[in-house]
């Protein structure tokens, strides 16, 4: 059984640019969630995808947009980037939608220079 | 808006001790919580969970006791062992409905051998 795994694992990136995040689902699991991880503080919820449709978002502004596809595996983009999205995005994937026991990946460090 | 916090930043016990982790929680609707372990370099990982029609439920070393009452949530672990170094978030949402976790800032557990 494949954990769920995101790409790249380090990323730097200049203010305004655009960012595509990847994740790979844990077999099976067929929801994908996203959280941004300042340091030291705790995930903050982006959105939720279950079976390709989002099943609930966070406070985030649109510039933060996601897909899923037909094989669980996720996307999360991000525009026009500032200083402030520098952050670990962490994605994490579950049997269901909803609050169940979720499998977080390792996560992406996102730097934003 | 209404937030997960916890009582204490860091927490250190001496192996073999018993550690108790607190987190007060705001909003009277949540009705499931989760609590999460994450090491330094790696996403959260879970370690249980309970739903608002419970006020105890045990795992292995680990009990998460909720009281409503006064938005309370703790995880207590039986024999503290340094594999247990790392930090502790709580998390609260609703079921049913769009999916919004909120998470705490963590509290950092540290178990001196």
């Known amino acids: 059984e494949t954990g769920v795994t995101q790409s790249p694992t380090h990323l730097i990136k200049t203010r305004g640019q655009q960012v595509t995040l990847r994740c790979s689902s844990q077999?099976?699991?067929?929801?994908v969630s996203w959280y941004q991880q300042a340091l030291g503080q705790g995930p903050q919820f982006i959105f939720q995808y279950y079976r390709e449709e989002e099943n609930g978002r966070g406070n985030f502004p649109p510039r933060f947009s996601g897909l899923q596809f037909p094989n669980y595996s996720s996307e999360l983009n991000v525009n026009a980037l500032e200083l402030d999205d520098s952050a670990l995005y962490l994605c994490a994937s579950s049997l269901n939608r909803g609050g169940y026991e979720q499998y977080f990946g390792p996560g992406t460090r996102l730097t934003v220079t | 808006g209404e937030s997960v916090g916890l009582h204490l930043p860091t927490l250190s016990v001496q192996e073999g001790d018993n550690s108790i982790i607190n987190c007060a929680y705001s909003?009277?609707?949540?009705?499931?919580f989760i609590w999460y372990k994450q090491e330094s370099g790696k996403g959260p990982q879970f370690i249980i969970d309970i739903r608002s029609n419970m006020d105890k439920r045990q795992g292995q070393r680990v009990t998460v006791l909720l009281n409503k009452t006064v938005k309370h949530l703790s995880l207590q672990i039986a024999a503290t062992q340094p594999g247990d170094s790392a930090v502790y978030f709580c998390a609260e949402t609703l079921t049913g409905g769009s999916y919004i976790p909120t998470f705490g800032r963590g509290t950092s557990l540290i178990v001196h051998p």
């Open positions: 909003n009277s609707a949540s009705d499931y």
């Open positions: 077999s099976g699991h067929n929801t």
